[in-house]
Structures are given as structure tokens and as C-alpha cells.
């Protein structure tokens, strides 16, 4: 008989059905609403199964629809459900968000509430990697208090770690009951996750290190302040990593996705500040949604269904998904593999008319050059770049024209795009705050497969169209912004999609690809083709596709931001000084646009709180910082039009 498949990570605890209205309207205004998943540990299961680890989910729901509706839920998201029990006399615990105001539990009796520690009969926690479990569960009841000792016992004898996450819920329990029955798990656990917040509220503890003073036990301990960011202490150091700035739409989640993109970390074998790194980018996913856990990405294909283990744990019964799944697999197989021999057929007709999957024939004895010869012949081929852009300059600078007047108008500039196209739409993005002083939210940057795409590949992300679509919902994409699509093919689905969506809302639309009449281009009102040929690499778009398409990001970015007063001449007057080096900087712009001795420019820049422009305002017209900042504020921070009004140069 075939070993029993045990999943990387086995998180246990309650999971409940939430009801959300579909829009920002109460519960008692809204008329749609949607039904999902949402409880701590389902949800670290299921980014950890979306981050491609194994994932175990155990519980207990009650004998009805909405929780066959729950499991089958989480299981749709590559879950492991089969040691989950279903309770036919209690029911499945229900919560109804109310926008505005709150959250409604209706939990009390509830199946979740009646674990013990038979829960985890027959189930094997030895053998997983890290068990994961949360403080919410001991609020619950006495058994399910039972079954969390029983797990600590457990995971304590053997070699697996046990993460704990304190998730201290007011709602459940107050502070001062609370506060030793989490230190105690805390204490006994291998990872411990925290809020700064909920340390002060049940410990007193006011800072990290006093957490730590406090929690000594733990191997690990990741201490998180919201949107500050985070510090583990361990055996590898003390080390804090900042949090990810991004627009939040709904913070309920959060907590649970930073957790999964860490211990998802853990178990790749990741570093210390890699691993609390990865907990910050899998937050963003979940902040940006409206939902619990962010909508999954399409796999290209399909998780393998696990046949070694097909017996229901005690009192359950095999969900409706997975009795599907396997129907599927053993009468569906000739017909999907005759659909996916077509469709292979049909994307390789499509790639060998792009000219950037073509074969630069002059290079097939590459592998055989000197590596002077190989520079040499890469650096010729990076020099054709610079032409390629030049050809479509005019189109670059109407585009630009367009993306001001709707910047103008309040709207924002939003680059979308999948692998090495997606990831320098990110960079760019990422790189216009510090450097012209804006928002952060005036240009943002999307990856298909989210955050942890841009440093790992996500399979599938960018042939779901939908999701380009579902991506733009998500920031709330309106008719006054600009959607600047970018595929080297053209022919990318998520990008497509995300086109097309901003189309319907009457957004601004740009592409920007590498071979002509492409797909993308046909979607946008400013198509941006640059025709680069045949890579050095055959069909390794990130070499000359990827430097054309950053070149034309330089420009859209840059030049947007000259057009918005964002510098002086060619000198950047918004750059934000956060460091050192910044500060020197602000201070020669300062110098050289009022020939100010460095003294003078130091002063002035303290005296107007690091403003560069309301320094150089103040300098060359003798106005008072206060006033130079009216003056500038009249003229909608153009400092050239300030000058003009205030000196008249």
C-alpha cells in the first residue's frame, strides 16, 4: 500500500461561512451579497496552497449546506479537507460583514465549537512540516482549550514546528482572561506571530523588544506593527523588515495572509529577512481585496488528485468537490488532452509569427564563443534598442500628452502586466515616489499572480484573462485613470483582459508590446509597438524586449512627471528626503538652482520641512516658508510658474 501523503502545513482551527454585501452599502441598505469562506487557518491554508506548498485544512462543520458550501470552498482552492469533520448536531458558525460597522458573529454552539482533542484522532501531525494554529481557537470552548494542548503535546515530541499565531479577538474574550492562556501557547510554541497592538492590549508590552523580553521561549518571533512593518528575533539575530506601502480596501485578512507568505517562506528554506519579506507581500494581496483571501489565480494545470488517502476522518463524509475531482480525473482525461493538444497547436502557430520568438541565425553557434565574443555580439544587438524606441517617439509623446491631462484630473497611472512586462511595470512604479515626491497611490504597478510574482513565477497567472479584469476591480479603477498594458508578445490574456475591462469603464488605455499589430495594441487607444526582432537569446523577451520596454516606461514616468512640475528644468524639486543621501542631494538642487552657499541651502531646507521647491521658492524670492508654500500651493506646485509670479525670472 501506497504511503499516506501528508501536506507540508496542517493548520487547524474554526472556519466560518461570511456574508459580505457586494458593495460598500451596510447590511441593512445592501440588496447583493456574496457567501465565502473566512476563519484564520483556512485562510493560511489557502495562500499557503496558493504560494504552491501543501496545505491541510482541520475542522469541524455542521451537516447542512452552508457547510458542505464552506468545504467545498476551500477545497476549490487546493486545500486538503480530508481530515475535516462534519458535526450533525451542531450547525456551521456563520459571520456577516457590515461595512461601516463591524463584524456579526453568530458562532456560540456552532460544530467548530465542539473540537476536542478526538479531532485529531487517526490525523498524522508528526509527519507534517509546521502545524499552524491561532489563539481564537482557545476562546472557543473548553474541548476546543483540550484540543489545542493535545496538539502542543503532540507537535512537542516530534521533529515538526508548531506556529502560533496569538490573534487575540476582544470580541471572544476579555484581556485579562486572555492574556495567560495565550502567553502559556505562546511559550510552548516553535513561531510565534503578534501585533505590536495586541502584545500592548493583553501584556503591556510597548515595544518589540519588550514582546520579546516577555515571549523568550520561541525559536522564532515575528512581531508585527501594521503598516510600520515587522521584526523576527531568532537565533539568525533581531532583524525588521518595513511594511509594504498599498492602498487598502479591506484589512480583515491581513493578518492571516502575512503569516502564510511567511511560513510558505519557511518551508522554501528562506532566510530570515526573506521569510518576514514574503509575509509583507502576501498581506498586500489580502489588503487589496474586499474578501478574506484575494480571488485565486487560474493554475495551468489542474493540482494532481491524491488517491492514497481516500477514507473520511471519523464522523465526516468525502465533500462534493472532491467526490467531483475525482469523477473527472478518470472519465475526463482523452478529452482534455485532445482540447490541450489543439490549443497547443494553436499557440505554437501564434508565437512563430512574433518576431521576438524567432531564431537570430547568426548566433546559433553561441554556446561556442569565447566569452569576448559573447559580449561583444549581446552589446551589438542591445545598441538596435534605442532605434526601435526612436521609430515610435511621436506615438510615446502623444500617449504621455494624454496621461498628463488625465493625472491632471485626479486620475491615477496604473502599469499591469505578467512576468519580466509585469515586473518592470512594478519597478517603475515603485520608483516614482521617491524620486518626484508623489502619493503612492498616484502610479501603482500590478503583477498577474500578485506580489509574490514579482520574485517568484507564478504558473498560469497570465493566462487568465479574467483576473487582469478582476485586478482593476480591485484598486477600483475609474474613468479618469490610465491602464498602460504591457506584453513583449501582445498577446498575453491578462493583460488583454485588463484592457478590455478598462475600456468598459472608460479609462485610458495604453499598450505597450514588442511585435506589431499585436493583440494588446488593437485594445488600447495608444498602441506602443516597439519592434526589437529576434532576441539573443531565442524568445528570452526579458534582454532586448525588456530594455524597450523600460526605456518607454522612462519616459512615460519621467516625462509625466516634468509635465507636472515634479522638477525644475531637469533637477527634481519633490524628491522626498529620507535619507542621508537624499538630503545631500536636496541640498546641491538647492545650490544650484539659487547659488545659495551650502549653509544657507541646509537652512533653508530645514526651515521648510524638507520641501525642496518651498526652499528654492524661499531663496530666490526672500518669501518666508509659509508663504512660499501658499505661493506654490496657488500655482498647483509649479515652481517655475511660482518664480514667475513671485520674481518674475
Known amino acids: 500500500m501506497a504511503e499516506l501523503h501528508v501536506p507540508d502545513l496542517i493548520a487547524i482551527g474554526?472556519?466560518?461561512?461570511?456574508?459580505?454585501?457586494?458593495?460598500?452599502?451596510?447590511?441593512?441598505?445592501?440588496?447583493?451579497?456574496?457567501?465565502?469562506?473566512?476563519?484564520?487557518?483556512?485562510?493560511?491554508?489557502?495562500?499557503?496552497?496558493?504560494?504552491?506548498?501543501?496545505?491541510?485544512w482541520v475542522s469541524?462543520?455542521?451537516?447542512?449546506?452552508?457547510?458542505?458550501?464552506?468545504?467545498?470552498?476551500?477545497?476549490?482552492?487546493?486545500?486538503?479537507t480530508r481530515w475535516l469533520t462534519v458535526d450533525s448536531d451542531a450547525p456551521t458558525g456563520v459571520y456577516f460583514k457590515d461595512p461601516g460597522n463591524g463584524v456579526l458573529y453568530y458562532r456560540s454552539g456552532s460544530a467548530a465549537a465542539r473540537m476536542s482533542a478526538a479531532t485529531l484522532d487517526d490525523i498524522p501531525l508528526e509527519r507534517a512540516s509546521i502545524v499552524h494554529i491561532?489563539?481564537?481557537?482557545?476562546?472557543?470552548?473548553?474541548?476546543?482549550?483540550?484540543?489545542?494542548?493535545?496538539?502542543?503535546?503532540?507537535?512537542?515530541?516530534?521533529?515538526?514546528?508548531?506556529?502560533?499565531?496569538?490573534?487575540?479577538?476582544?470580541?471572544?474574550?476579555?484581556?485579562?482572561?486572555?492574556?495567560?492562556?495565550?502567553?502559556?501557547?505562546?511559550?510552548?510554541?516553535?513561531?510565534?506571530?503578534?501585533?505590536?497592538?495586541?502584545?500592548?492590549?493583553l501584556w503591556g508590552t510597548a515595544t518589540a523588544n519588550d514582546v520579546r523580553g516577555l515571549i523568550a521561549a520561541p525559536a522564532r518571533l515575528i512581531v508585527k506593527d501594521g503598516d510600520v512593518g515587522a521584526t523576527e528575533f531568532s537565533a539568525e539575530g533581531t532583524v525588521f523588515v518595513p511594511a509594504i506601502r498599498t492602498e487598502v480596501i479591506d484589512a480583515v485578512g491581513a493578518g492571516d495572509a502575512f503569516a502564510a507568505g511567511y511560513l510558505a517562506a519557511s518551508l522554501a528554506g528562506a532566510?530570515?529577512?526573506?521569510?518576514?519579506?514574503?509575509?509583507?507581500?502576501?498581506?498586500?494581496?489580502?489588503?487589496?481585496?474586499?474578501g478574506d483571501v484575494p480571488e485565486a489565480v487560474k493554475p495551468a494545470v489542474s493540482p494532481a488528485i491524491s488517491t492514497e488517502a481516500t477514507e473520511p476522518a471519523p464522523g465526516s463524509r468525502p465533500t462534493a468537490a472532491s467526490n467531483h475531482a475525482s469523477a473527472a480525473s478518470s472519465t475526463d482525461a482523452t478529452s482534455t488532452d485532445a482540447t490541450s493538444t489543439d490549443r497547443g497547436a494553436e499557440?505554437?502557430?501564434?508565437?512563430?509569427?512574433?518576431?521576438?520568438?524567432?531564431?537570430?541565425?547568426?548566433?546559433?553557434?553561441?554556446?561556442?564563443?569565447?566569452?569576448?565574443?559573447?559580449?561583444t555580439a549581446m552589446n551589438a544587438e542591445d545598441r538596435s534598442v534605442p532605434d526601435a524606441v526612436a521609430d515610435i517617439a511621436p506615438a510615446i509623446a502623444a500617449a504621455?500628452?494624454?496621461?498628463?491631462?488625465?493625472?491632471?484630473?485626479?486620475?491615477?497611472?496604473?502599469?499591469?502586466?505578467?512576468?519580466?512586462?509585469?515586473?518592470?511595470?512594478?519597478?517603475?512604479?515603485?520608483?516614482?515616489?521617491?524620486?518626484?515626491?508623489?502619493?503612492?497611490?498616484?502610479?501603482?504597478?500590478?503583477?498577474?499572480?500578485?506580489?509574490?510574482?514579482?520574485?517568484?513565477?507564478?504558473?498560469?497567472?497570465?493566462?487568465?484573462?479574467?483576473?487582469?479584469?478582476?485586478?482593476?476591480r480591485a484598486v477600483n479603477l475609474q474613468p479618469s485613470d490610465v491602464v498602460v498594458g504591457l506584453s513583449a508578445s501582445g498577446r498575453t490574456p491578462y493583460v488583454a483582459g485588463a484592457l478590455s475591462y478598462a475600456n468598459e469603464v472608460g479609462a485610458l488605455t495604453v499598450a505597450?508590446?514588442?511585435?506589431?499589430?499585436?493583440?494588446?495594441?488593437?485594445?488600447?487607444?495608444?498602441?506602443?509597438?516597439?519592434?526589437?526582432?529576434?532576441?539573443?537569446?531565442?524568445?528570452?523577451?526579458?534582454?532586448?524586449?525588456?530594455?524597450?520596454?523600460?526605456?518607454?516606461?522612462?519616459?512615460i514616468s519621467t516625462l509625466t512627471m516634468v509635465r507636472l512640475g515634479k522638477t525644475f528644468g531637469n533637477v527634481m524639486v519633490d524628491l522626498k528626503v529620507t535619507n542621508e543621501k537624499l538630503r545631500a542631494r536636496a541640498e546641491r538642487t538647492i545650490m544650484s538652482v539659487t547659488?545659495?552657499?551650502?549653509?544657507?541651502?541646509?537652512a533653508a531646507l530645514v526651515a521648510s520641512d524638507g520641501s525642496v521647491k518651498e526652499a528654492i521658492l524661499a531663496v530666490r524670492s526672500g518669501l518666508a516658508p509659509d508663504n512660499a508654500r501658499r505661493v506654490l500651493a496657488e500655482h498647483s506646485g509649479y515652481l517655475r510658474a511660482a518664480l514667475d509670479a513671485v520674481t518674475g525670472d
Not at 457586494?22 to 504560494?51: K, M, P, Q, W
Not at 547659488?595 to 544657507?600: H, I, K, L, V
Request: glycine share 10%.
Open 347 to 375: 499557440l505554437r502557430t501564434e508565437l512563430s509569427r512574433l518576431s521576438t520568438e524567432t531564431v537570430n541565425e547568426s548566433l546559433r553557434d553561441l554556446d561556442s564563443r569565447s566569452t569576448a565574443d559573447m559580449v
Open 60 to 80: 469541524a462543520v455542521g451537516d447542512d449546506a452552508l457547510g458542505r458550501r464552506l468545504v467545498r470552498q476551500v477545497a476549490e482552492r487546493g486545500v486538503d
Open 271 to 290: 532566510t530570515t529577512k526573506e521569510r518576514v519579506e514574503a509575509g509583507h507581500r502576501q498581506a498586500v494581496l489580502a489588503l487589496a481585496t474586499s
Open 134 to 201: 491561532s489563539g481564537i481557537t482557545a476562546a472557543l470552548s473548553k474541548s476546543c482549550n483540550t484540543l489545542l494542548d493535545a496538539i502542543v503535546e503532540r507537535v512537542g515530541a516530534a521533529d515538526t514546528l508548531l506556529s502560533f499565531d496569538v490573534n487575540f479577538r476582544r470580541g471572544l474574550w476579555d484581556a485579562a482572561d486572555a492574556a495567560p492562556r495565550l502567553l502559556e501557547l505562546a511559550q510552548r510554541a516553535d513561531i510565534v506571530l503578534v501585533g505590536l497592538d495586541e502584545a500592548e492590549m
Open 595 to 602: 547659488d545659495a552657499s551650502s549653509e544657507r541651502a541646509a
Open 400 to 472: 504621455i500628452d494624454d496621461i498628463v491631462e488625465r493625472l491632471t484630473a485626479g486620475g491615477r497611472l496604473i502599469y499591469l502586466g505578467a512576468g519580466t512586462s509585469g515586473r518592470l511595470g512594478v519597478l517603475d512604479a515603485s520608483e516614482v515616489p521617491p524620486t518626484f515626491g508623489t502619493d503612492p497611490r498616484l502610479v501603482l504597478g500590478i503583477m498577474a499572480g500578485g506580489p509574490t510574482a514579482v520574485t517568484s513565477a507564478v504558473e498560469g497567472a497570465e493566462d487568465d484573462e479574467e483576473a487582469g479584469a478582476r485586478d482593476l
Open 512 to 555: 505597450i508590446a514588442c511585435n506589431r499589430e499585436s493583440r494588446i495594441g488593437a485594445l488600447a487607444k495608444h498602441p506602443l509597438e516597439i519592434v526589437v526582432g529576434s532576441e539573443f537569446v531565442a524568445g528570452s523577451t526579458r534582454l532586448k524586449a525588456g530594455t524597450a520596454q523600460k526605456l518607454v516606461l522612462n519616459m
Open 14 to 56: 474554526e472556519t466560518m461561512v461570511v456574508i459580505a454585501p457586494t458593495t460598500a452599502d451596510s447590511l441593512e441598505e445592501a440588496r447583493h451579497f456574496a457567501l465565502g469562506a473566512g476563519g484564520a487557518e483556512s485562510n493560511v491554508a489557502i495562500h499557503v496552497a496558493d504560494l504552491g506548498h501543501g496545505a491541510a
